[in-house]
């Protein structure tokens, strides 16, 4: 896992040197890149979300690794794949943002004050809504077969509800066009990804 997230961790930080020297479009959206020369508040929607999400996306990619080399199921590798690309993309492109305005990745606040609550993390690795438990992790790395199968798409099936209802609430009501257009994007792929999991644990006789 250490080789794994560090790859992760270098994937960033190249997006995020990408996005300072050339900010681009996020992918679909057809949208500009934010600007340093708009840079929204600290307490925006737009930081908000960013920091959230891009710990948010964190977990889904560490899970993504961990399953990936539990089963050698061809579907389910494929689907941690496809996570691990996406949310490693995303999570470069919110950084890198973050980096452009001037606003720190991380902070002391508690997470989810932009949509007007908060949840307080309970020091178990579950930092907010749908992340998976510090145990639950353990869980999935000690499985193998389809017991990792089936444990990784419950898992990242609530991970899911919890992050498009997040990037909803940010294409409602973020200020920059990029970010809104960015975070409805996530909603249609994450949606996308609920669905196609259902079908995947019907298959191995779970339930979501």
């Not at 270098?10 to 479009?25: K, T, Y």
């Amino acid at each position: 896992m250490m080789l794994a997230g560090g790859a992760v961790l270098l994937l960033a930080l190249g997006l995020v040197v990408l996005m300072l020297v050339r900010p681009s479009s996020p992918a679909g959206s057809g949208t500009p890149a934010p600007s340093a020369a708009a840079s929204p508040a600290d307490s925006s929607v737009d930081v908000g979300f960013a920091r959230d999400m891009s710990i948010h996306h964190q977990q889904a990619v560490e899970m993504s690794f961990i399953v990936r080399d539990r089963t050698s199921d061809e579907a389910v590798r494929r689907l941690a794949y496809d996570i691990i690309n996406t949310q490693a993309n995303q999570r470069g492109m919110m950084l890198g943002w973050l980096e452009l305005w001037g606003r720190a990745k991380s902070s002391s606040a508690p997470p989810m004050r932009w949509m007007g609550h908060t949840f307080e993390p309970r020091g178990d690795g579950s930092l907010m809504p749908g992340m998976a438990t510090d145990t639950e992790l353990d869980a999935l790395r000690a499985a193998k077969g389809r017991a990792a199968e089936v444990m990784y798409l419950k898992l990242m099936t609530t991970h899911h509800r919890a992050g498009a209802e997040m990037a909803q609430a940010a294409a409602n009501s973020a200020d920059t066009e990029a970010i809104r257009g960015l975070a409805a994007g996530m909603v249609r792929g994450q949606e996308s990804e609920i669905a196609l999991m259902a079908d995947m644990l019907k298959e191995r006789g779970a339930k979501s």
